[in-house]
């Protein structure tokens, strides 16, 4: 089975699987990282948005994402094997590219961190290696 997302759909379990995973990622020697400037740049244009409301960093990521940055899973373990950067088309095109059964927890509310595990390694790495 495959499932057809909309971007919008994608940018939104992307998000919440950045919530709930990124923990997961450094338990395989993996670090996260962006560009310095490029998160201050979406930090201070989603403020200045809404300045009544909180940024949470999630947020900031995907509005990195937005301005066209990358996010970088940085192998810390294995010499830079599984080392990724992924860009919002590659969110956009490999989100619903994970198996059903974990967009589906996802869709239906019913997700873990374990689902999140799995989409983030999905959309950076195109299949699940770690876990």
């Not at 919530?19 to 338990?27: A, D, I, S, T, V």
């Not at 979406?42 to 990358?70: F, H, N, W």
Request: glycine share 6%; net charge negative.
């Amino acid at each position: 089975m495959q499932i057809q997302l909309t971007h919008q759909e994608s940018e939104q379990m992307f998000h919440n699987a950045l919530c709930n995973g990124l923990g997961y990622m450094g338990g395989y020697g993996l670090d996260f990282d962006f560009k310095k400037e490029d998160y201050q740049s979406a930090s201070r244009k989603l403020r200045e948005a809404a300045p009544d409301t909180t940024v949470c960093y999630e947020d900031v990521l995907m509005q990195i994402l937005r301005e066209g940055g990358e996010l970088t899973m940085i192998d810390v373990e294995c010499d830079g094997e599984y080392t990724r950067s992924v860009s919002l088309a590659d969110v956009h095109d490999r989100v619903q590219k994970t198996p059903a059964r974990f967009l589906l927890d996802m869709i239906n509310e019913n997700d873990d961190a374990e689902t999140a595990d799995v989409i983030l390694q999905t959309v950076f790495f195109e299949e699940i290696i770690f876990g």
